[in-house]
């Protein structure tokens, strides 16, 4: 688990996505462009850091959020302006790609 990217639970979500813009991975340990996608927002953590918060929920232990934000592949990558869902991103894209969503979230 990174310092970066935390782990977030039913009880630590809407605290996380609170404040400011946080991108929560929507994914699952079995799913493999999960684990292809995982490193890339590594490292857009590390170049956001102080910008965007980035966290990852496992759909299998919190499925009713996952079907709260209609998330229904994976990875699903949701951005949250304070608290409020303003976009998501689906499935595994290239860093360049994720880096330009993410810059016009901000």
Same mark, same amino acid.
């Given at each position: 688990?990174?310092?970066?990217? *935390?782990?977030?639970?039913? &009880?630590? @979500?809407?605290?996380?996505?609170? +404040?400011g813009?946080?991108?929560?991975?929507?994914?699952?340990?079995? #799913?493999?462009? #999960? =684990?292809?996608?995982? *490193?890339?927002?590594?490292?857009?953590?590390?170049? @956001? &850091?102080?910008?965007? $918060?980035?966290? &990852?929920? +496992?759909?299998?232990?919190?499925?009713p %959020? $996952?079907?709260?934000?209609?998330? %229904?592949?994976?990875?699903?990558l949701?951005? @949250?302006?304070?608290?409020? *869902?303003?976009? =998501?991103?689906?499935? $595994? %894209?290239?860093?360049?790609? %994720? =880096?330009? =969503?993410?810059?016009?979230?901000?």
């Amino acid at each position: 688990m990174s310092d970066l990217i *935390p782990h977030l639970t039913d &009880k630590t @979500f809407a605290e996380a996505v609170a +404040n400011g813009t946080t991108i929560v991975d929507f994914w699952a340990p079995w #799913c493999a462009p #999960c =684990r292809e996608i995982a *490193p890339i927002t590594e490292v857009l953590a590390a170049e @956001f &850091k102080g910008k965007v $918060s980035f966290a &990852k929920l +496992n759909v299998d232990d919190f499925t009713p %959020l $996952s079907e709260q934000y209609d998330v %229904l592949s994976m990875p699903t990558l949701v951005i @949250f302006k304070d608290g409020e *869902p303003t976009d =998501r991103i689906v499935g $595994s %894209l290239p860093i360049e790609q %994720l =880096r330009t =969503r993410i810059q016009q979230a901000i």
